[in-house]
Every structure is written in C-alpha cells, then in structure tokens.
C-alpha cells in the first residue's frame, strides 16, 4: 500500500509540483509523513491542523494550494483517474471547512477494500460527523461498510454520487440530520431501512434520485423539515405513509414526482409551507384530504398537474400566496370554495387551466397582483365579481381567454399594469368603464380582441406605453381620445407603435402630445396614410 502512495505523489509530483501539499500515510497507529515540496512560511499555520486532525484511517492525501485554487480542481480529476486504474483502491472524498483558517480544506481519502473490516473507515469510535463525506465522488460505484453508531450529521453524505447503485446498510441510531443525505444520486433505485427516529431533518434527502422507485417506512415522528425531500424523483411511483405530525416545510417535498399517481394521507396539522409540493407531479389524478390551517404559501402548489381532475376542500384562510396554485393544471374544471381573504398574491393562479369553466366567489380584497390569473383559460365564458381595490398588476389576467365575452365591472383605481390584460379575448365585444387613473402600461391591452366593437373613454394620462393596443382589433370602428402626456420611448422603440395596426380606424384624436414625440400613421398602424391623426 505504500507502493501505491508513492504512485499517487509521483503523478502530483509530475503535474502540479509548484503546488503546496502534503500526504500522508496512516493505518493503525503506524504513519508515515510524504512532504512534495517544503512548507513555506504563509502555509505553516497547516502543520498544526494536522497535530490536531485525527488521520487514523488508511490514506490521507490533503492539499492545499492556496496561491493557485483553480489547479486543486485539475488535480481533483488526475488523481481520481490515476486510482480507479488502480484495482487495490476505491476513492472517496471528504469536505469541510476550517473556520478562520482556510476558506476550504478538501480531505481525499483513498481505503483498502482488502482491510475494511479493520478499519472504522473515517468515522472512529467517537466521530459524529459524515457531513459531505462522498460529496460528489461521481466515479464511484461500492461503498465500503461504515461505522456509523456515533454519527449524528450524516448532510450531503452521498450527495451527487451518480454512479452509486447501493447504500451500506448504515446505523442511523443517532443521526439527526440527513439534509440532501442522498441528493442526486441518480443511480439508486432504493435505499435500505434506517432507523430514523431521532432525524429532525430530512430536506432534498433524496431530491434528484431519479431512478428511485420506492421508500422504506421511515419513522418520521420527529422529522421537522422535508422541503424537497422526493423533488425530481422522477421513477417514484409512491410512497409509504409517513409520520408528518411535526413536520413544518412541505415546499417541493414531491415537485417533479413524474411518476407519482398516490399519495398517502398525511398528518400537516403544523405545515406552514406547502409552495410547489406537488407542483409537476404529471400522474396525479387526485390529493387526500389534508389539514392546511396553518399554512401561508400554496404558491405553485399543483402547478402542472396536468391530469389532476379533484382538489379537496381546503383550508385557506391564513394563506397570503396562492400564485400559480393550479397553473397549467389541464384537466381541472373547477375549484372547491377557499377561504381567500388573507391572500395578497392570485397571480398566474389559473394559468393554462384550459378545461376551467367556473370559478366560485372568491373574496379578493387584499389581493394586489392579478397578473395572468386567468391567463389561457380558454373555455371560461364568465368572471365572477372580484374585489379588485387593492390590485395593482392586471397585465395578461384574462389573455387568451378565447370565450370569454363578459367581463364584471372591476374597481381599477389602484391598477398601474394592464398591459396584455385582454389580449385575443375573440368574443369580447364590450367592456366596463375602469378607472386608469393610475395605469402605466396598456402595451397589447386589446390586441386581436376581434369581436370588440366599443371601448370606453380611459384616463391615460399617466400610461407610458400604447404598444400594439388594439392591434387586429377588426371590429372597432372608432375611439376615444387618448391623453398621452406621459409617454415614453420603451426599449427604443416608440410607445406607440403598432398601436393601431390591422385595424379598421380610420381616424385618432390625442391629447397632450409631448413635443419630442413623432407620430405619423406608419408608426401607428405599421403603413403609411392609413389613419387621421389629430391633436388638441
């Protein structure tokens, strides 16, 4: 085993000798020390990490080149390749930081399969940590057994291991964190039963385990934290029914699940976030019934959904996000009644719903962003009456909304984006009088809304952007006057443009023109004397 030592020195000797390293050898209580080149005197502070550092393992290769980081990356990659020739060794990696010492201190550790019995393999007797220990070893396939009676920190253990087909059997007696545990280990299909009983965290465990299938019945009674725990688990199918009791993050515990058609039903009497946790979980036909009364985020919660037909009736009233909650949720046609007045943000929250066609009365009047809330939802004919007081985005809220034809009267006075707001809605032939007073981009407004025959008068006198307004709007005939005092030229290119292009129009009035501002109507309408501009 020295031999190969010495194997390992002569290939860093050849290609990174200017570096500043040391290695070490250890096995038992018998070492030897490998110095490549001397000490200088900055790096001396390292001699006395090592007095301290327990290296009773078999070898240790620690270094350091604190004058050229960028050469430890290339030198990571050569020694990985050089021992993975070599039939004696596996590698490994262990990574963590020196406080106040050094930004990062990398341990790579080479061990004897031939030995392992003999060996506590890092973890002696008294060690309680594995924090990162095969922290992306990628080229690794076995991993030797571990004792592990003592380890209270297994975080980020195998993270990006994505070569690694089997776990050890580990003895998680006492480990209380397993935090992205198993994090992107593509390779494994499952892992073995752990006695989990004291884990107060299990976030991203095995998020990004793409070929995992299925999951041991846990016991999760103390688990406080499981954001991400199965997200992009893509071959997960379903999972036990877990001890959720405690637990207070459910954010993207199953985001990405493609697989997942079950869900067991779950104690989240104490979940206050539950933003994207099922958010793409493309075979999900229906959720459990769950307790939601003290959650805050639904944001994304079913986005993506795309075969989920039943949502139970939840508790929503201490919810302040529900943004794209049941966005591109395609089969949906309708929502249970929710309690929304603690909500501030609706925006996206319908989006791509194309199978929507009612909605329930949803009391609105904290909500401030609207934007695309209905945006796509191409089989809604009508909206219900919404407290809009407080709303100040409405850009694309009814985009595309190709059969909606009636629109309620909503109170805009705090509206500043209505950009898009009524973008291709074909069978809008009318709209209620809103107050714009405060509105600063109508950019598409109105665009390919074929079938709308009359707009109101609207106060623009604070709109900075007209862009493509009522393009294609073929059925319009006339307009109000436009008060365009405050426009301004939006990413070089004139506020007004295309304003009235592929329309009927055969004449425009503005108020207020700014001086420095041309107006001709091939800006307007795209060609030339195709419209009467006047001014007053």
């Given at each position: ?326 966005s591109d949720c395609e089969k949906l046609t309708t929502i249970p009644l929710l ?198």
């Open positions: 085993m020295i031999d190969g030592v010495q194997k390992i020195i002569s290939v860093i000797k050849k290609e990174y000798g200017k570096s500043v390293m040391n290695i070490y050898y250890s096995i038992k209580n018998k070492k030897a020390t490998y110095h490549l080149l001397p000490l200088t005197q900055e790096s001396d502070i390292f001699i006395d990490i090592h007095k301290t550092t327990n290296i009773d393992v078999v070898y240790i290769c620690t270094l350091y080149s604190p004058f050229n980081l960028g050469n430890w990356i290339n030198l990571e990659k050569e020694i990985v390749k050089y021992v993975l020739m070599d039939k004696d060794y596996r590698f490994v990696k262990y990574k963590y930081k020196m406080k106040d010492i050094f930004p990062d201190e990398y341990r790579t550790l080479y061990e004897s399969p031939l030995e392992a019995d003999e060996l506590s393999l890092l973890i002696d007797e008294t060690g309680n940590r594995t924090f990162a220990m095969y922290e992306d070893c990628n080229l690794m396939q076995v991993i030797g057994k571990l004792k592990t009676k003592n380890v209270t920190d297994m975080c980020d253990m195998f993270a990006n291991c994505d070569t690694i087909t089997t776990i050890p059997q580990l003895d998680t007696s006492v480990t209380t964190d397993m935090t992205f545990m198993f994090v992107s280990c593509d390779a494994i299909e499952s892992v073995p039963m752990m006695d989990t009983s004291k884990v107060i965290s299990m976030r991203y465990m095995f998020a990004d385990c793409l070929k995992l299938a299925t999951t041991p019945q846990f016991d999760t009674s103390n688990v406080v934290d499981m954001y991400g725990m199965f997200w992009d688990c893509h071959e997960l199918i379903t999972i036990p029914r877990l001890d959720t009791s405690q637990v207070m993050s459910m954010n993207r515990m199953f985001k990405d699940c493609f697989a997942l058609n079950d869900v067991p039903q779950m104690n989240t009497q104490n979940v206050e976030d539950m933003s994207y946790m099922f958010a793409g979980c493309r075979k999900l036909k229906e959720i459990p019934l769950l307790n939601t009364k003290n959650v805050e985020d639904m944001s994304c919660m079913f986005s993506g959904c795309s075969i989920l037909t039943l949502v139970p009736q939840l508790d929503t009233h201490g919810v302040v996000d529900m943004s794209h909650m049941f309690e929304t007045e603690s909500c501030e943000d609706m925006s996206n929250m319908f989006m791509n719903c194309v199978e929507f066609i009612a909605m329930p009365q949803l009391r609105t009047y904290n909500v401030e962003n609207m934007a695309y809330m209905f945006y796509k939802c191409s089989k809604l004919t009508t909206i219900p009456l919404l407290e809009t007081e407080n709303c100040i985005d409405m850009s694309y809220m009814f985009g595309y909304d190709i059969e909606l034809t009636n629109v309620p009267q909503l109170d805009t006075s705090s509206v500043e984006h209505m950009n898009g707001m009524f973008i291709d809605c074909r069978k809008l032939t009318t709209i209620p009088e809103f107050n714009t007073e405060n509105v600063k981009d109508m950019n598409n407004m109105f665009s390919y809304c074929n079938e709308l025959t009359v707009v109101p008068q609207l106060n623009t006198s604070n709109v900075k952007d007209m862009r493509y307004m009522f393009e294609h709007c073929k059925s319009l005939t006339s307009l109000p006057i436009f008060d365009i005092r405050s426009l301004e030229i939006i990413d070089d290119e004139h506020p007004l443009h295309n304003m009235l292009k592929n329309t009927n129009i055969t004449s425009i009035t503005f108020r207020n023109k700014p001086n420095n501002l041309n107006i001709t109507s091939e800006i307007l309408c795209g060609k030339s004397n195709q419209i009467r501009i006047n001014f007053i």
